[in-house]
């Protein structure tokens, strides 16, 4: 084989993926309202998925809808106050800008315009400790109630798990045209052009 066919077969191969991947995709874009509807109509977390003989290739998870934090600041406070009080810093409230005498002054005869804050590296810290259900644990272990996390509305995204040999196992089922009504049009070329190299 010469360098011209080498090219030639490189390049093919290339268009080929890419038509693949992009039908692939748009695939995918297409089953994500359908795994929306059906978590969100059952509750359904996941699907085997299974030849038209039955033989199973793996699963489809079907993720729940994207998280939304509400953070109860006085509740991360409170715990900071107790386990890690040297992680407030003192801030002049905005009036106090505005007052000609400074933090010095104010701490000593104004307290009332100063206020607490978390230091701002030590809040991004404890946000990241937060768990999946909105609990916080304190030094001691407790887990403490910090935020309120909902779930929306599932997507429709997604993830294949193949199993053992699901890779022969489709190219054996393509083989007998079991799956060439589903995926023909699409990957007849591309899995044409991989079984000649």
Request: hydrophobic share 40%; proline share 6%.
């Amino acid at each position: 084989m010469n360098a011209k066919t080498h090219a030639l077969k490189v390049a093919a191969a290339k268009v080929l993926s890419e038509i693949v991947n992009d039908g692939y995709e748009q695939l995918r874009k297409d089953a994500e309202p359908e795994f929306a509807e059906l978590r969100i109509e059952t509750d359904c977390k996941s699907l085997a998925v299974k030849l038209p003989d039955g033989t199973e290739l793996g699963t489809i998870a079907i993720f729940d809808g994207p998280p939304h934090t509400q953070v109860n600041m006085k509740t991360i406070a409170a715990i900071v106050a107790n386990d890690d009080p040297d992680m407030f810093v003192e801030e002049l409230v905005p009036e106090a800008l505005e007052d000609e005498n400074l933090l010095a002054f104010v701490r000593d005869q104004m307290p009332h315009l100063l206020k607490k804050k978390i230091r701002d590296d030590y809040l991004k810290k404890l946000y990241k400790r937060i768990d999946a259900n909105g609990y916080l644990k304190d030094r001691a272990g407790t887990r403490i109630k910090v935020a309120e996390v909902t779930r929306g509305e599932p997507t429709g995204k997604f993830a294949f798990t193949a199993g053992p040999g699901a890779r022969e196992l489709v190219w054996e089922a393509w083989q007998r045209d079991e799956l060439k009504p589903l995926l023909g049009d699409l990957l007849k070329p591309a899995i044409e052009a991989g079984e000649q190299s």
